[in-house]
């Protein structure tokens, strides 16, 4: 079995956030079509990613990575170098197998696990931390199933401010629902202002905020906007991810 056909197979392994990024650039045009995405506006993040943050030669740990969009478009805009990690070993074995056929295994370290948010990163420092979509995710695919989503609400700022001494940025979203499911809202009203306070209040002691990003629709196109009085408020008509707070927070330390 050549390369992209072992990629292809990797890619479309049955999981829960399986066909959830669609393919780097450069890897799309490698591996072509025949494979079902379901984007989740990654280049639109991307772009406000980058409108925000020169990440050329920095260094970059990306949490929860997936199938490595982010991790391989940051390469691709210079960054010099991203610990990727990812508990889902189908996605950590598609991002290693890509980093060999895009030649950037030099740029990029997978580690094919669930981080632990305790002494595992001791030692080091990025420049950039990655953690998109991840944290509502606690008490299901890592962390401690028997908790509370009370005690969860806690672990989620907890984990949040672990990093404020490992990292100079973060980029941070987060989901409404815990671990995804609509009955168990994180939130009473389910609106971005309350994501956003539960955010602001829980970690401003460890971090500044250097921009909040929110989804807009115009003309069919949905492009990430800096927050203001209209946009923060919820628009259903855009579903629930598209509702989700793009945070860039700046560490104190």
Not at 82 to 96: I, M
Not at 157 to 176: R, W
Request: with cysteine.
């Amino acid at each position: 079995m050549d390369n992209i056909t072992k990629l292809k197979t990797l890619y479309e392994k049955g999981s829960k956030h399986s066909n959830y990024q669609i393919l780097s650039k450069r890897l799309s045009l490698l591996i072509g079509d025949g494979i079902k995405v379901k984007s989740r506006y990654e280049n639109e993040r991307l772009n406000f990613i980058l409108e925000n943050i020169d990440v050329k030669d920095k260094t970059i740990i990306d949490i929860g990575g997936n199938t490595g969009f982010f991790s391989f478009e940051l390469i691709e805009n210079g960054a010099k170098i991203v610990d990727y990690f990812e508990g889902n070993k189908a996605h950590a074995d598609f991002v290693k197998l890509s980093s060999v056929v895009l030649d950037v295994s030099d740029k990029i370290q997978v580690k094919i696990k669930y981080l632990n948010f305790s002494n595992e990163l001791d030692g080091n420092h990025y420049d950039l931390t990655l953690l998109l979509n991840v944290l509502h995710h606690l008490g299901d695919d890592f962390g401690d199933k028997k908790i509370t989503i009370d005690n969860a609400r806690k672990n989620i700022i907890t984990q949040l401010n672990y990093f404020a001494d490992k990292t100079s940025l973060l980029v941070f979203q987060l989901g409404f629902n815990w671990k995804g499911n609509p009955r168990h809202c994180l939130f009473q009203k389910g609106t971005k202002k309350e994501l956003i306070d539960f955010v602001l209040n829980g970690t401003q002691e460890f971090w500044d905020v250097v921009k909040i990003g929110i989804a807009e629709k115009s003309n069919e196109e949905i492009k990430y906007y800096t927050l203001n009085e209209l946009n923060i408020e919820r628009n259903d008509s855009l579903g629930e991810f598209l509702n989700r707070p793009l945070i860039i927070l700046k560490s104190k330390n």
